[in-house]
């Protein structure tokens, strides 16, 4: 696919790597060239993101029922129709995307987490607080987390958690994007989390741990078939 089929209004993925981290943005396509898509300016706080000559930037867009994924693209800003814009250019052709492939690892550990609340001030500064809240966090992608919790929140709410590992404390980032009601849990709602901003080591880290999970599965296989 090329950049410029994109369509107007639709919505567009900015995926950033940057010094140990990885950020997740979701802007709007406000207009195409033959190279290039400009977006919302994606913006927090009233200041326009900065991206940086280092970032490792990709973005990704929906078109009908498939994903298509650019990596490496450069990234600018610009105005149009009189507004400031974000501009996002590649001259790779867009490859199809699968978000699929990000697997899905069961977790199932307690957890505190921090529920944030952003409110303007005096001055009209945006100003984060806190609210901690138990919740069992049932399996983590690089893309997202389920959980289970019994905190009313809504979609939109943001929400973060450090999990203690061998590669050290992973602090993710995100935004709740569905909820259910749950039965037959001691909590009563499982929530959808799709991550903002989580470190480099969790990929790596849900690597090694469905390595080890799968070599538990065949160990076990191995021994049963011994045994008969």
């Not at 901003?197 to 690597?207: A, D, G, P, V, W």
Request: charged share 35%; aromatic share 10%; glycine share 10%.
């Amino acid at each position: 696919m090329q950049i410029r089929e994109m369509q107007i209004g639709k919505m567009l993925e900015i995926l950033v790597d940057r010094e140990g981290y990885h950020y997740r943005f979701v802007s709007k396509v406000e207009g195409t060239a033959e190279k290039a898509v400009a977006v919302s300016l994606i913006a927090a706080q009233g200041r326009a993101f900065h991206f940086e000559e280092t970032d490792d930037i990709s973005i990704i867009y929906r078109g009908g029922e498939r994903m298509w994924k650019w990596e490496h693209v450069r990234a600018g800003m610009a105005r149009l129709d009189g507004s400031a814009v974000h501009t996002f250019s590649s001259k790779e052709e867009g490859k199809i995307y699968n978000r699929r492939d990000a697997f899905r690892v069961p977790i199932g550990e307690s957890l505190l987490m921090r529920r944030i609340i952003q409110e303007e001030d005096e001055t009209g500064e945006l100003v984060e607080t806190e609210k901690s809240f138990k919740a069992v966090l049932s399996d983590l992608s690089v893309s997202g987390a389920g959980l289970y919790a019994n905190e009313d929140m809504d979609v939109g709410t943001i929400i973060e958690f450090d999990m203690p590992t061998s590669m050290g404390i992973l602090n993710c980032r995100g935004e709740i994007v569905r909820k259910t009601d749950v039965y037959d849990k001691p909590f009563q709602k499982f929530f959808g989390c799709d991550f903002t901003m989580t470190k480099k080591e969790l990929e790596r880290y849900l690597f090694e741990r469905q390595r080890l999970m799968l070599q538990k599965e065949r160990g076990g296989e191995g021994f049963r078939l011994k045994g008969k």
